[in-house]
């Protein structure tokens, strides 16, 4: 089992930066890829974006490109997601989710194991 913590979230303008941070624990020694997703007040949940193993490969939604970046640290076994340029349409609760492969994937099914979560606001 792999759990997952995320944090870093919190209310900022639009326009303004926000970095999350997803800590994993326990069985982490198995090839990972990590994901993020967010869900809106009465919205589906949704993929933003995905990094593999190593961190060679990285995929992102559309709505997001060239605004966030994801990266991850295997040494200290975290995946980070570096908001800029956020917009109100990116407030969202934000969650992070890893999967025993060593690809990325888009799609919600394939993760096996999430976070619970944290709340990003961006006011107007």
């Known amino acids: 089992q792999v759990q997952l913590v995320e944090s870093g979230g919190g209310l900022v303008q639009a326009g303004g930066s926000l970095k999350l941070s997803c800590a994993a624990s326990?069985?982490?020694?198995?090839?990972?890829?990590m994901g993020w997703f967010r869900q809106a007040p009465g919205k589906e949940r949704e993929f933003v974006a995905a990094?593999?193993?190593?961190?060679?490969?990285?995929y992102y939604a559309d709505s997001v490109k060239g605004r966030f970046t994801i990266s991850r640290d295997n040494a200290k076994i975290t995946v980070y997601l570096q908001m800029n340029s956020l917009k109100p349409e990116d407030t969202a609760v934000y969650y992070c989710a890893g999967r025993y492969r060593s690809y990325s994937a888009v799609e919600e099914s394939r993760y096996n194991y999430w976070g619970q979560g944290t709340q990003v606001t961006v006011s107007s």
């Open positions: 326990g069985r982490t020694d198995s090839a990972y890829a």
């Open positions: 990094i593999n193993w190593s961190g060679s490969s990285t």
